[in-house]
């Protein structure tokens, strides 16, 4: 099974939730690709903002060796689930689907009861509690999607 996370740049947020759901994959032994994209194309290249990867490394996660990438047409077909983290991404994405194509689309915080429809804030523009905050939706987004793949597996 193969899960994309995704965001607007894919240096804040998204690199967040491929690191806390590739943790807790490993915790429940789900066999699972785990990626991360942007649907923006500015920071293409780039690693993570390094206000992330503070936070992630707060929280004992490198991801300091991740680079971001845009969403690709082909995105849509090697994978299972595509894990938006705000609405503004997942409309973007759903525009993006083509029709018949193999991937399922939903929203981060959608995996987490009660907390369905919620964006992960973006706190690019934010401080340091902003990216923690991130960091915690995050692990809640991905404790749930892993909670829930591991029951139907
Ligand atoms: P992300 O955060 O979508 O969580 O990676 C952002 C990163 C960059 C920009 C906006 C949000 N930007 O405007 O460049």
């Not at 649907?39 to 992330?52: A, N, Q």
């Not at 991801?63 to 409309?91: C, M, T, W």
């Amino acid at each position: 099974m193969r899960i994309l996370f995704v965001c607007l740049g894919n240096i804040c947020r998204s690199p967040l939730a491929e690191a806390a759901f590739r943790r807790e994959a490993e915790r429940l032994g789900l066999d699972v690709e785990i990626d991360s994209a942007g649907t923006g194309d500015w920071h293409v290249g780039r690693p993570p903002d390094p206000r992330s990867i503070a936070v992630a490394a707060r929280n004992g996660v490198d991801i300091g060796g991740l680079r971001a990438r845009q969403v690709s047409p082909a995105d849509f077909d090697r994978f299972d689930h595509i894990v938006a983290l705000d609405r503004e991404n997942l409309a973007n994405l759903r525009r993006m689907q083509a029709p018949g194509s193999r991937a399922h689309l939903s929203l981060l915080l959608d995996h987490v009861p009660g907390r369905e429809g919620e964006a992960v804030a973006d706190p690019y523009y934010g401080e340091d509690a902003h990216f923690d905050l991130a960091w915690s939706d995050a692990v809640a987004g991905a404790q749930g999607l892993a909670r829930s793949l591991k029951a139907r597996a």
